[in-house]
């Protein structure tokens, strides 16, 4: 079975640029979840859907950030502008309602 | 995460010993989740508990969670260089809506 899919695995990009993040759930999950990781943070959870819709979007950190999620089987993450404090790992989970997550292989972002 | 407090923040054992890992909680627990990670690298399932006094082993893991307590456990039998890692614990907390809140981690280092 294919596990939930992120691209892309790594992408340095220059400070001010739009980065935007893919997601690809695992199908018949109806729950999924965008986090950042970092060594002084540790594991955000940034936003999560419900059957499409955004539950809960209070860890999104700025303004600059922002998910969407137009069908179940595709999500992104976008940030505009980026800026060098963003650098992180972005995982992308997915799960039946009220069962465990399944995490994706993560996207390490570095911003110059 | 403040709601969920692990301890040790990190490990370093000889391969063989055994090892406990702890995971609690300020808040009521709806479900509890443990994950291995290698840092940067996406986070792989072990357990999940629900019920009080619930125990589960895979292999030479076993996770307890004791309810009235707001905690769970995590005990690693004769430990091997394979079993070194990130440990994430993970819990529904606030609802039982599948959102999970993690654990900062805690870093185990297996010696052979």
């Known amino acids: 079975d294919a596990g939930v899919i992120q691209s892309p695995r790594h992408e340095v990009t220059e400070m001010g640029q739009e980065v935007t993040l893919r997601c690809k759930p695992i199908s018949g999950h109806n729950s999924l979840f965008w986090y950042r990781q970092t060594m002084m943070r540790g594991l955000e959870l940034l936003i999560y859907f419900n059957n499409n819709v955004p539950i809960d979007d209070s860890g999104m950190p700025e303004d600059r950030f922002s998910a969407k999620m137009p069908n179940a089987s595709f999500s992104t993450l976008k940030i505009q502008p980026s800026e060098p404090r963003d650098s992180a790992v972005y995982f992308c989970?997915?799960?039946?309602?009220?069962?465990?997550?399944?995490f994706g292989d993560g996207t390490r972002l570095s911003i110059l | 995460s403040q709601e969920l407090e692990q301890s040790p923040q990190s490990l370093i054992v000889q391969e063989g010993k055994n090892l406990t890992i702890n995971c609690t909680s300020s808040k009521t627990l709806y479900g509890l989740y443990w994950y291995k990670q290698k840092y940067g690298e996406g986070l792989i399932f072990l357990m999940m508990?629900?019920?009080?006094?619930e125990e589960k082993s895979h292999e030479k893991i076993t996770a307890k969670l004791d309810e009235k307590k707001q905690q769970s456990s995590l005990h690693i039998t004769a430990s091997q260089p394979s079993h070194a890692g990130i440990y994430l614990c993970g819990a529904d907390i606030y609802t039982n809506a599948g959102k999970s809140t993690f654990g900062d981690g805690t870093t185990l280092t297996v010696k052979p």
């Open positions: 989970a997915s799960s039946l309602y009220r069962t465990r997550q399944h």
């Open positions: 508990l629900q019920k009080g006094g």
